[in-house]
């Protein structure tokens, strides 16, 4: 059974920090492709980054520079390092193994003075 579990979501300042954390189990992230998105109110769920199982990453073009994707294959454990938030990043964020319908219950973040 997949799962996927994530975690650091929270409230920040613009121009703050927050690592988010997705757990996985059920599934080996080191040999599959992995994906954050983001649905902030109103709008449509929206591709944030994807690592592949060769490493190689790619992010969309309004967090390129500020966000990386990284995982610890001994922890199993996908992240999102995001750094120079702006209000226009708050949103729940989710965790899912590209192409499927494997998604996590998401975190929320809220960037916000």
């Known amino acids: 059974q997949v799962q996927l579990v994530e975690s650091g979501g929270g409230l920040v300042q613009p121009g703050g920090s927050l690592r988010l954390s997705c757990a996985a189990s059920g599934i080996i992230v080191s040999i599959n492709a992995m994906a954050w998105y983001r649905q902030a109110p109103g709008n449509e769920r929206e591709w944030v980054a994807t690592?592949?199982?060769?490493?190689?990453?790619t992010y969309a073009n309004s967090v390129k520079g500020r966000f990386t994707i990284s995982r610890d294959n001994a922890k199993n454990t996908v992240y999102l390092q995001m750094n120079s938030l702006k209000p226009e990043d708050t949103a729940v964020y989710y965790c899912r193994k590209s192409g499927s319908n494997y998604w996590g219950q998401g975190t929320q973040v809220t960037v916000s003075s």
């Open positions: 690592i592949t199982s060769g490493g190689t990453t």
